[in-house]
């Protein structure tokens, strides 16, 4: 009795094993691999097809099938084919992830060719290229390769948004620095574009604002009327009197004068050009775009010369020169032997007006590389700027003074360095004759400016 019971079990268990072999090997997977072997991949498809509906854990079926979407250019079919057979089993991963690879180097290689042929007079290829980049990413959609080639496409043709957004998702897919260097680089010339087309729209009217603004107590009468053109009229104080006041009806404005010197700018209500601003927060936003952009390589080993100079230049033109000089401030800290950083931020120092530490800066830039000539004159204009500042302050206080001299005495020795190393360079004569000028050596100041103006004739 027991010996007969097993002999039905063992029976049953064979019955079983059989069966599930049969409901394997479908009549539309046999079909479909007899389909195959006779290149017939349409055929193979459709049973295929049929075959993982009614039997979606056959890893193989989803396999060949997605072979077939690849062969056919239906590479989202064969990722989500290949996908599918992947979350079943590991079989076939190494032959996947080849066909993946050599579809996506394939259009990649092709797009790039196209690439290399397009211009203004072959546009047709930065399409082209474009078609083969994009079956290069659907054949593999997460290689930040792949979105940087699709950025220089777009870029080349002048789809600026489009490249931007290109580089953006190989960043972020891949931290490809490139392409954070690209689309930096692209905020910012769209800033800059914005921001000229605001100076180019409204020149007349900024020109007026810079002019207003450098008239100044103790302005001579002469400059005053060389930056704001003709008084509408002028009114004569008390006879015997040298005072008399310049009125400007555009500018709802009177100048005060005495003995030639201004002493008083009076409006009699605001000045309002009327200037359309939007174009250049326009810019701002790009700039703003840009530096979010860059501190995003923060902490990675991306912060070379280049991404540090492109964030230099966005905070500049952002109006953010504080937060320029602590990124500038941090990168000499870590590398006090550049030079180039060292100039870099003692620029900055003298835009924000701390001749000081800008001082400091170059002296160390030029102590690193004696033969670094921008350095030394930076070092020597620092300090001609310096005493203008402080001469200026004085004028407007009304408090003459000659504690300006000793900054264009510190700059002189540096200028004059700087004129036997650059010869030929006009603005180093100029800024020479006007500090032998202030310094009352006038023969040597006529010798300078002479020289500037035959260095200027002779170009």
Same mark, same amino acid.
């Given at each position: 009795?027991?010996?007969?019971? *097993?002999?039905?079990?063992? %029976?049953?268990?064979?019955?079983? +094993?059989?069966?599930?072999?049969?409901?394997?090997?479908?009549?539309?997977?046999?079909?479909?691999?007899?389909?195959? @072997?006779?290149?017939?991949?349409?055929? =193979?498809? $459709?049973?295929?097809?049929?075959?993982?509906?009614?039997?979606?854990?056959?890893?193989?079926?989803?396999?060949?099938?997605?072979?077939?979407?690849?062969?056919?250019?239906?590479?989202?079919?064969?990722?989500?084919?290949?996908?599918?057979?992947?979350? *079943?089993?590991? &079989?076939?991963v190494t032959e996947i992830k080849g066909t993946r690879y050599n579809r996506?180097?394939f259009h990649l290689n092709r797009g790039a060719g196209y690439l290399e042929?397009?211009?203004?007079?072959?546009?047709?290829?930065?399409?082209?290229?474009?078609?083969?980049?994009?079956? =290069?990413?659907?054949?593999?959609?997460?290689? /930040?390769?792949?979105?940087?080639?699709?950025?220089?496409?777009?870029?080349?043709?002048?789809?600026?948004?489009?490249? *931007?957004?290109?580089?953006?998702?190989?960043?972020?897919?891949?931290?490809?620095?490139?392409?954070?260097?690209?689309?930096?680089?692209?905020?910012?010339?769209?800033?800059?574009?914005?921001?000229?087309?605001?100076?180019?729209?409204?020149?007349?009217?900024?020109?007026?604002?810079?002019?207003? #603004?450098? +008239?100044?107590?103790?302005?001579?009468?002469?400059?005053?009327?060389?930056?704001?053109?003709?008084?509408?009229?002028?009114? $004569?104080?008390?006879?015997?009197?040298?005072?008399?006041?310049?009125?400007?009806?555009?500018?709802?404005?009177?100048?005060?004068?005495?003995?030639?010197?201004?002493?008083?700018?009076?409006?009699?209500?605001?000045?309002?050009?009327?200037?359309? /601003?939007?174009?250049?927060?326009?810019?701002?936003?790009?700039?703003?775009?840009?530096? @979010?952009?860059?501190?995003?390589?923060?902490?990675?080993?991306?912060?070379?010369?280049?991404?540090?100079?492109?964030?230099?230049?966005?905070?500049?033109?952002?109006?953010?020169?504080?937060?320029?000089? =602590?990124?500038?401030?941090?990168?000499?800290?870590?590398?006090?032997?550049?030079? #180039?950083?060292?100039? *870099?931020?003692? %620029?900055?120092?003298?835009?924000?007006?701390?001749?000081?530490?800008?001082?400091?800066?170059?002296?160390?830039?030029?102590?690193?590389?004696?033969?670094?000539?921008?350095?030394?004159?930076?070092?020597?204009?620092?300090?001609?700027?310096?005493?203008?500042?402080?001469?200026?302050?004085?004028?407007?206080?009304?408090?003459? /003074?000659?504690?300006?001299?000793?900054? !264009?005495?510190?700059?002189?020795?540096?200028?004059? &360095?700087?004129?036997?190393?650059?010869?030929?360079?006009? @603005? %180093?004569?100029?800024?020479?004759?006007?500090?032998?000028?202030?310094?009352?050596?006038?023969?040597?100041?006529?010798?300078? !400016?002479?020289?500037?103006?035959?260095? $200027?004739?002779?170009?």
């Amino acid at each position: 009795m027991k010996s007969t019971t *097993i002999l039905l079990m063992l %029976v049953v268990l064979v019955v079983l +094993v059989t069966f599930q072999g049969f409901q394997c090997a479908s009549s539309e997977f046999t079909g479909a691999k007899l389909a195959i @072997q006779q290149q017939n991949l349409t055929e =193979a498809k $459709r049973l295929l097809e049929i075959e993982v509906q009614k039997n979606p854990t056959n890893e193989e079926a989803w396999f060949l099938l997605g072979g077939i979407r690849s062969e056919e250019g239906n590479f989202v079919g064969m990722n989500q084919a290949y996908g599918e057979a992947l979350k *079943i089993s590991q &079989k076939h991963v190494t032959e996947i992830k080849g066909t993946r690879y050599n579809r996506w180097a394939f259009h990649l290689n092709r797009g790039a060719g196209y690439l290399e042929r397009a211009s203004p007079e072959s546009s047709m290829f930065f399409d082209q290229s474009l078609e083969e980049f994009t079956k =290069a990413r659907e054949a593999w959609p997460d290689t /930040s390769l792949t979105y940087r080639y699709i950025g220089y496409a777009y870029n080349n043709n002048s789809r600026y948004a489009q490249a *931007i957004d290109a580089f953006r998702t190989a960043w972020d897919k891949g931290k490809d620095v490139e392409s954070l260097k690209r689309a930096a680089r692209l905020y910012i010339y769209q800033g800059d574009q914005q921001k000229n087309a605001f100076e180019s729209d409204n020149a007349d009217k900024l020109k007026n604002l810079k002019n207003l #603004q450098g +008239v100044r107590r103790n302005n001579r009468k002469s400059d005053v009327i060389a930056a704001l053109g003709a008084p509408d009229r002028i009114t $004569r104080g008390p006879r015997g009197s040298k005072k008399e006041d310049l009125i400007y009806n555009r500018f709802n404005l009177t100048v005060s004068i005495d003995d030639d010197k201004v002493t008083r700018k009076t409006f009699s209500k605001p000045y309002n050009p009327s200037i359309d /601003s939007s174009k250049y927060h326009g810019a701002l936003v790009e700039y703003e775009k840009a530096i @979010q952009l860059l501190l995003e390589s923060k902490g990675l080993a991306t912060r070379d010369s280049e991404t540090l100079s492109m964030l230099l230049t966005a905070y500049v033109q952002a109006n953010r020169i504080q937060e320029a000089i =602590a990124e500038y401030e941090r990168a000499v800290e870590l590398n006090p032997g550049d030079k #180039q950083n060292q100039f *870099i931020l003692g %620029v900055l120092y003298r835009s924000a007006g701390d001749y000081e530490k800008a001082v400091a800066r170059f002296s160390e830039a030029y102590a690193l590389d004696p033969a670094y000539t921008d350095a030394l004159f930076d070092l020597g204009a620092t300090y001609y700027n310096w005493g203008v500042d402080m001469m200026r302050l004085a004028d407007e206080k009304g408090e003459p /003074s000659m504690a300006h001299k000793e900054k !264009f005495k510190l700059a002189l020795p540096h200028i004059e &360095k700087v004129s036997e190393l650059k010869p030929d360079d006009i @603005q %180093v004569w100029e800024t020479l004759g006007t500090i032998y000028a202030q310094l009352g050596m006038q023969e040597k100041a006529l010798a300078a !400016f002479d020289r500037a103006d035959k260095l $200027r004739a002779g170009n």
